[in-house]
């Protein structure tokens, strides 16, 4: 009946899945430098981020906007109205809500495991290791808020994304087209779809947490 | 031998934790004692060369530890072993958890997990071998962690309350078997005046930081505490 529907969502899936993936390159590491810094520092940077997460999407749009149009800083990438700056701003959006779901784990992961390690004769490799696997089941949590959080947004997606059909549409920039133009049943199904996935990977991190525990 | 030579601590600033410390470790039991806050923990990390001091040097075996190349480091680092008041284990069964300090010495799997059931008999935790960490009490994991220390028969063992959380009838099999490494160098940080007349003769008395006496077990519980 609406076979867009299912071009949206995998590219919507798609899309949030590279800015997840993105936003943890450079979130792991960032959350370590963190956890490792001396309390007051980390603090301040801490609280900076946690203030960051409720950063207007448009804002950040706006941003990248100016800075990839064609006027702008890195208007010569041509990356303006293409699914790489929905990452990118996806990307950017999902870090401060990233990187402070992690922090804790990592702040943890370094005071216990850390010395547990040094203290049972672990070279430092072999300690970095131990961490990776006992805070992946933490990383995966803190991926799949991220995810939920980056497929949810409009502002970056209409802003650099453009809404174009077949191109750059994704579930939010859909809904809010096909409610502009009247077509209630369209924007009913893709909201449900979007409903339906945020709620599944809600239930997924409780299960996680849950085995974690 | 482990000795320290006038190490100060700290971990904010010029808010010191230890202060002045000049003390040698030799083979035995030493105890160390003090209220809460006095230092206890953080000498133990210091000794057994977890923590650099701020001020001062560690000696193992007569050698600057600080001044050791990483390599060396680590050589000296897999004869140290320290065992945490709150045990800490790792995600998984009880067995991977004791193998763990084996197979990263490059132990085969095979050989760690016989002398795992060695171990386990001796503490008499064979019964949870099999069982996931989450599953224990918190006696049970406190075994776990010694048991993951003892494994490794090492030249200096460090014990934060190794006993805090054990029933009476576990805490005579530890202090059995840790009677039994009489030729290692083992320091023990306790509040238990009981574990102190019971496993040694020497020890070291902490106040805010600083020695304060250092004497045999039975002088200092009875001025000190009975």
């Not at chain 2, 193998?99 to 760690?112: N, Q, T, W």
Request: aromatic content about 8%.
């Amino acid at each position: 009946m609406y076979p867009e529907v299912y071009d949206v969502a995998l590219r919507s899936f798609s899309i949030s899945l590279f800015a997840t993936i993105l936003a943890l390159t450079w979130s792991i590491p960032l959350s370590i430098k963190i956890a490792s810094m001396k309390h007051k520092v980390r603090d301040v940077i801490i609280g900076t981020f946690n203030a960051l997460i409720g950063f207007p999407t448009v804002l950040i749009g706006l941003l990248l906007y100016l800075i990839f149009s064609r006027s702008g800083p890195l208007g010569f990438l041509g990356l303006l109205y293409t699914p790489q700056i929905i990452i990118i701003g996806q990307a950017i959006l999902i870090t401060p809500l990233m990187i402070s779901l992690m922090y804790e784990v990592f702040v943890k992961a370094l005071s216990e495991y850390w010395e547990l390690a040094l203290s049972l004769g672990a070279t430092k490799g072999q300690a970095y290791r131990l961490i990776v696997r006992e805070v992946s089941g933490d990383v995966v949590v803190a991926s799949l808020i991220g995810f939920t959080r980056a497929i949810g947004e409009l502002g970056v997606a209409l802003m650099v994304g453009g809404n174009i059909k077949g191109y750059t549409r994704v579930f939010t920039t859909a809904i809010a087209l096909e409610v502009e133009k009247g077509e209630f049943g369209l924007a009913i199904i893709l909201g449900a779809l979007l409903f339906i996935i945020v709620l599944s990977i809600i239930l997924s991190v409780r299960m996680i947490k849950r085995r974690i525990k | 031998m482990i000795e320290l030579r006038d190490v100060w601590f700290s971990y904010i600033d010029d808010i010191y934790v230890l202060k002045d410390i000049n003390i040698t470790f030799s083979k035995g039991i030493t105890v160390i004692m003090g209220p809460n806050g006095s230092g206890k923990t953080t000498l133990l990390k210091v000794a057994s060369c977890l923590y650099k001091p701020v001020k001062g040097k560690v000696f193992v075996n007569g050698v600057e530890y600080w001044n050791l190349k990483y390599q060396e480091m680590i050589k000296y680092r897999r004869r140290i072993v320290y065992v945490h008041e709150k045990p800490i284990l790792l995600r998984g069964k009880v067995l991977d958890n004791i193998a763990y300090s084996l197979l990263i010495r490059g132990c085969s799997k095979v050989e760690a997990e016989e002398k795992v059931h060695k171990i386990a008999e001796k503490l008499d935790i064979s019964y949870i071998i099999d069982k996931d960490v989450k599953e224990l009490s918190i006696g049970e994991k406190q075994l776990v962690a010694l048991a993951r220390a003892l494994i490794l028969n090492p030249d200096y063992l460090f014990l934060d309350e190794p006993l805090a959380h054990l029933h009476l009838s576990r805490r005579k099999r530890v202090i059995e078997a840790l009677k039994a490494m009489k030729d290692k160098v083992i320091i023990i940080a306790t509040h238990d005046p009981f574990l102190t007349l019971a496993i040694s003769t020497k020890v070291v008395m902490l106040d805010e930081g600083r020695i304060v006496r250092v004497g045999e077990s039975r002088e200092i519980v009875k001025e000190y505490i009975l």
